[in-house]
């Protein structure tokens, strides 16, 4: 069982990425799925997430209305569309699953991907 996040890269002040997190060996279209990333020197943060059936979805104050966050379940896949980017959005974008307790909080979660890097140029 394994994520596999991907689809970070180098981006200029106000430009757009879309993440991809995706399963592999089981499926977890019945799970929560949450973002979170590290910037260097910072503990790992909340950035959003999504309900099993994609209807609830909930983010950090500093990425809404910028960040998205939607699934696929057909696809065992869940996205993370990041707009109007910014330098501070900079760090290791990281997707998990499976959350034993809040959604925000990343001890609750039980499997996580590898991460993808996010830069963000000014």
């Known amino acids: 069982v394994q994520l596999q996040a991907s689809g970070g890269g180098l981006v200029q002040a106000g430009g757009s990425l879309r993440l991809s997190c995706a399963a592999s060996?089981?499926?977890?279209?019945?799970?929560?799925v949450g973002w979170f990333r590290q910037a260097p020197g910072k503990e790992r943060g909340f950035v959003a997430a999504i309900s099993w059936s994609g209807g609830t979805t909930h983010y950090a104050d500093s990425v809404k209305g910028r960040f998205t966050i939607s699934r696929d379940n057909a696809k065992n896949t869940v996205y993370l569309q990041l707009n109007s980017l910014k330098p501070e959005d900079t760090a290791v974008y990281y997707c998990?699953?499976?959350?034993?307790?809040?959604?925000?909080?990343?001890?609750?979660?039980?499997?996580w991907g590898q991460g993808t890097q996010v830069t963000v140029s000014s």
């Open positions: 998990a699953t499976d959350p034993t307790m809040s959604y925000s909080y990343p001890g609750s979660y039980k499997l």
């Open positions: 060996g089981r499926t977890f279209s019945t799970s929560t």
